[in-house]
């Protein structure tokens, strides 16, 4: 039994938490309530504001209920390093006792994920190919302008039968391996490979979320809009599985001489036809009847039977294929051959002189749905009639599939070569293996539609910035643990976007010499509930000691300790050099109700998801460390 768990499952599962970042309920409850509003103008509910709002407040509760939101927060904790952190409760509450403040993190702070791949001249890469895993397939690379420093990918969708790539594809439209931005379609450079392009990675979010091997997709996009938006299910490629040697011999019609610079395979010219006169068919305004002149390859003889090159294409090079209705040669002396194809094009489009034309093996291919577009594919032949290549038409017949080159809505295909009967009767004769073309079809969507399932992205960045200049984040002292915690609660009821989560202690004199940062301001009082007689230390540790310059210093602390039933009282607290000193300096404090203003992260609050420990980090005011967290599913 074989168990196999998807790149479906990884990327849903990074989708989930990626999703859990967004807040939705906001922006529906308000869209809601601008609805309700306008319904009620135009039916005449007439109800009244209050009534709107009650209603509006009463769905944004359910929806909250039914759809409860999550809040993330990163924070900082602990200002010395006094051991490793484990995956353990006491170390994980250690932090949560110790934090010292922290950002709240939104969808703007996450991003996906994806491997940078510099293409790398001589690289064999792998093409997409529905068959294979490809999340383990070298099939995307990265290109980086020098000039912008931004990123652009590419989708390798064939690599002309596995050669090394020797072109880059670009954007620069006219150069060699030029993708047409603006069309989003796919690019086949001098090398034989075919590129799609993907999305663009801007300089700007690659400063904020790259890492030495990673580059983040565009959000809200979710990659390029555009690209997206002009995706196709489409066949992505034919590949020959098998074919015998020489089976179009009786059809290679190009010169006897091979190019060995330009066509080392001849190739290019090896289906080549001369077009004679044009003559249309005055029976049939939709139908041309062409006469093509054939030049015969050294060695090879032109079939004089009626109809044996039917069921081949007449290719223009203008990316048009027309079907061959009839074939007859008229005078094999000559070497004419009079075709008619079905299309309704005009008798100046074929003997303008500025076409070139060939007579290619016919590709069939299954229907996409009703609705779609079909793919029109047709073959490429050697100098030898060997089939070594299958390409698709811009257009053909009725142009039924302009802008469509290879179709759409499809989800399964096949695919057959088909044979004029005069090579067929010759393939039966020698008892030839069949022909066999595999069709691969492109991702649900079409490539580029939705890159974060093409390119199997599992990968998350969470980021956060600690900037010394933001007046909640202390500007002073250390810390050492940074974490991730999901929904931690707050003593005011809010989700503040930032918070200095320090315990403040107002004295009413310059006390800065006694207050030493790293000392302990501790205070016995009595326990809450007891019998007059038990008691219970609040301890908290000094952070920043700061004069006002006139009347008092605001003592800010960290490490609060205690049970949490009782805090710091009115009258005398002691600074000592350790929690446990039995002497200490008296400091008092005038007004506890006023002058001791706590944290409001509730302690111990939320699930720590992620944290880590690292040797002290001095805060100051003009400095700025960013967090980045990396989960990889």
Known sequence: MAKIITEN???ETTNELFNSFISTNGAVGTNFATSLATYNTSSSLSLSSDNQTAITAFVSTQLASLKPESDYYIMGSSVDKANNISNTQFEKREFQRRVVFGNKVTDDDVRYMFNIN???????YDDFDDSQ???IINMFVTITNPDEGNYYVYKCLSNNNAVASTVAPSLNVGVDGGVDASTYETVTSSDGYV?????????SDAQV???????????PAYGDAAVKAAAKEDISQIIITNTPNSLFASCTFGPGTVDPVDDPTGIASASNVTLGAVEVNGTDTNKKSIVIKISPKTGNYLATANNFYTNLYLWRSDGRVFDIITSQVEDASDVFINVTVSTPQSKASFDNGSMTYKLLPKISVSRSESTGKPCIAYGIIDRFGTLVNVEFATSGASDVNVGAPKGTKYKHASATLLLPPGVAEAASISNLTPTSLRAVVSPTGGHGSNPINEMSMSRLAVITNFSGEDVLIPDSNYYTKV?????????????PTQFDNRTVITIADNVTSTAVVGSYITQSVALSGGTGTESETVIGRIHESVYDGSTNTLIYLVDYSG???NTYQSGDVYVRTTPTSTSGNPLSINNASTDVVYGKYSPYAGEILHFVDFDPIQRQADRKEKIKFIFDF
């Open 9 to 11: 499952f990884k990327v």
């Open 118 to 124: 510099a293409w790398t001249t001589g690289t064999i």
């Open 133 to 135: 895993d490809t999340s």
């Open 195 to 203: 590129w799609k392009y993907m999305f663009s990675v801007s300089n």
């Open 209 to 219: 979320f790259a890492t030495t091997d990673s580059l983040p997709l565009p959000y």
């Open 483 to 495: 974490a991730l915690l999901k929904n931690p609660t707050f003593s005011d009821g809010t989700k």
């Open 563 to 565: 049970d949490f039933q």
